[in-house]
């Protein structure tokens, strides 16, 4: 039916507007294709999509950590921890952009490992790093966790305190600014957009 929008808090306005709508439209898109032949909820459907999100991520963690040589046991505890945690449980389990914070981050963790392995090139980083960053602002956190590991990867090799390091401290910063730029783009390439095209809602009185 028909819902009116001041039968809802905040007058039906949507207080997560701001968010980039790439997941939703991924996912909107793909559970209406799903949900068609049987007519079942697009809702049912978008859930399962976010079970898919975290598998996507759990592979890529698993990839990450061969770099690593993790062992079997270990990695398999840090993942089901991982995956039984409150926030990470819930946002699988719902229609939220957070569902792409883990895949995103881990994303941008392979692609790092990968092209300092000389695995994949820069622009595949670029690309992950853009991709981490343009389904929400948050998932920056991820890209900043791996700007980190290259400033430490640099820093010891300008020590020359690790014998596997394999990059120049050069090659590591070029890197760093690299995915810095990609996922600043992806998130101020929205929030322009947003600001063009938004509507001006008082919301202060509001109890959130």
Same mark, same amino acid.
């Given at each position: 039916g028909? +819902?009116?929008g001041?039968?809802?808090?905040?007058?039906g306005?949507?207080? /997560?507007?701001s968010?980039?709508? &790439? &997941? +939703?439209? #991924?996912t $909107?898109?793909t =559970?209406r294709?799903l949900?068609a032949?049987?007519g079942?909820?697009?809702?049912?459907w %978008?859930?399962?999509? $976010?079970?898919?999100?975290l598998l996507? %991520?759990? &592979?890529?963690?698993?990839?990450a950590?061969e +770099?690593?040589a993790?062992?079997?046991?270990?990695?398999?505890l840090?993942?089901?921890?991982a995956?039984a945690s409150?926030s990470?449980l819930?946002a699988?389990?719902?229609?939220?952009?957070?569902a792409t914070a883990?895949?995103? $981050?881990? #994303?941008?963790?392979l692609?790092g490992l990968a092209?300092?392995? %000389?695995?994949?090139?820069?622009?595949?980083?670029a690309? =992950? #790093?853009?991709?981490c960053?343009?389904?929400d602002?948050?998932n920056?956190? $991820?890209?900043?966790?791996?700007?980190? +590991?290259?400033?430490?990867?640099a820093?010891?090799r300008?020590?020359?305190?690790?014998?596997e390091?394999?990059?120049?401290w050069?090659? &590591?910063?070029? /890197?760093?600014?690299v #995915?810095?730029?990609?996922? /600043?783009?992806?998130?101020l390439s929205?929030k322009?957009v947003y600001e063009?095209?938004?509507?001006d809602?008082d919301l202060?009185k509001?109890?959130q």
């Amino acid at each position: 039916g028909h +819902y009116e929008g001041n039968d809802f808090s905040y007058r039906g306005w949507n207080t /997560a507007s701001s968010a980039p709508p &790439y &997941y +939703y439209l #991924a996912t $909107g898109v793909t =559970a209406r294709m799903l949900s068609a032949p049987a007519g079942n909820s697009i809702v049912n459907w %978008g859930r399962v999509l $976010g079970s898919l999100w975290l598998l996507v %991520g759990i &592979y890529f963690v698993v990839r990450a950590a061969e +770099y690593f040589a993790v062992s079997r046991l270990s990695l398999l505890l840090a993942v089901a921890l991982a995956i039984a945690s409150p926030s990470l449980l819930h946002a699988s389990n719902i229609i939220t952009s957070d569902a792409t914070a883990f895949v995103g $981050g881990a #994303a941008v963790l392979l692609a790092g490992l990968a092209w300092e392995r %000389g695995r994949a090139p820069l622009w595949l980083l670029a690309v =992950a #790093a853009a991709f981490c960053a343009s389904f929400d602002s948050t998932n920056a956190i $991820g890209v900043v966790v791996v700007l980190l +590991y290259f400033a430490v990867r640099a820093i010891a090799r300008q020590r020359r305190e690790l014998v596997e390091v394999v990059r120049p401290w050069r090659d &590591y910063l070029v /890197a760093g600014v690299v #995915a810095a730029v990609s996922a /600043a783009v992806a998130v101020l390439s929205w929030k322009v957009v947003y600001e063009l095209v938004s509507h001006d809602v008082d919301l202060s009185k509001t109890d959130q």
